[in-house]
């Protein structure tokens, strides 16, 4: 079977790619890093009219950190930086040291050198490493068009199994993850069957004490649902009291509760998932807590 023929547009100004996503919008796909987009091609699954390769836009390429004097600052992350970017952490902070540890987790070498943390958010896998993150942390999402830009949270940006809140015409351009207090211990666990295959579960958390208390945390899961989710029934049961032992078993307990919907998979059941998803949920918490102290013990 012949491939179908589509329109290539290759712009070099964000107008112009803007533009190019305006002019068919229904048959129209953006190519960044094209690790998935370019396999569904071949597969014939994607049949885009219209390809916009968005990889001579040299304004898409900008991670950097706005430091805001009232809300504490934000990364800013543009539509071509690749996930090999956090391998190493781009801020001193916390959010720095959670970013590289995620992005390991990412597939292999080939293609954290080529795909984008945008691309794999609006890509929108239920167990992806990037949309886990960014639920996780409240990630700020810009959304722009030829008709001009809005911003949504990762929650509502992610509606379920690759569907996003994208419009036609619209290109996902960045993604801004607030920064964390110094403070703050943060971990990213998985359960995976190979080391290049997506999570059958995994769980993300930033967990911030002083003196000894939990003032705020961050705890989410992806596998449960048919998206990434916060934990918030657990992040309450953490919040206020000490991060010890039997406080962290029972926000993981909870946590796990809220496996009601999980995506299909034919290896296991609720049952399981709600036992591993406790197992991982704890097992992040109490790295996040030894985050801390190695932390505070750092020279």
């Given at each position: ?40 091609m ?25 430091r ?20 190493q ?103 995976r ?56 078993a ?13 995506p ?13 998803a ?22």
């Amino acid at each position: 079977m012949k491939p179908a023929p589509f329109d290539y547009v290759a712009p070099t100004t964000r107008q112009e790619a803007l533009e190019a996503l305006a002019v068919a919008p229904d048959g129209t796909r953006v190519l960044a890093g094209g690790q998935s987009l370019v396999l569904e091609m071949n597969q014939r699954a994607a049949r885009p009219h219209r390809l916009v390769d968005i990889n001579n836009v040299a304004d898409f390429d900008r991670l950097e950190v706005d430091r805001a004097e009232q809300d504490g600052g934000w990364l800013r992350v543009g539509a071509l930086v690749r996930h090999r970017a956090f391998e190493q952490p781009v801020e001193s902070g916390p959010l720095g040291r959670l970013l590289a540890r995620t992005a390991h987790f990412i597939a292999h070498p080939p293609v954290r050198s080529r795909g984008t943390l945008l691309g794999s958010l609006a890509y929108a896998h239920p167990t992806g490493e990037w949309p886990t993150l960014a639920v996780t942390l409240g990630a700020e999402l810009v959304l722009a068009s030829a008709d001009g830009t809005r911003t949504l949270d990762a929650e509502s940006f992610l509606i379920g199994p690759f569907t996003t809140a994208l419009r036609p015409g619209e290109l996902l351009e960045e993604a801004r993850f607030p920064l964390l207090r110094p403070t703050t211990g943060t971990a990213f666990v998985e359960l995976r069957r190979t080391a290049a295959s997506f999570a059958h579960l995994s769980a993300a958390t930033a967990l911030s004490v002083e003196d000894g208390i939990v003032v705020d945390v961050r705890l989410g899961m992806a596998g449960i649902a048919p998206q990434p989710v916060r934990a918030r029934d657990a992040e309450h049961r953490l919040v206020g009291r000490p991060p010890t032992d039997a406080v962290i078993a029972e926000a993981a307990t909870v946590a796990a509760a809220g496996v009601t919907d999980p995506p299909p998979d034919p290896h296991s059941g609720s049952a399981y998932r709600r036992h591993a998803a406790t197992v991982l949920a704890e097992r992040a918490l109490v790295k996040a807590r030894q985050d801390i102290s190695e932390e505070v013990e750092r020279p």
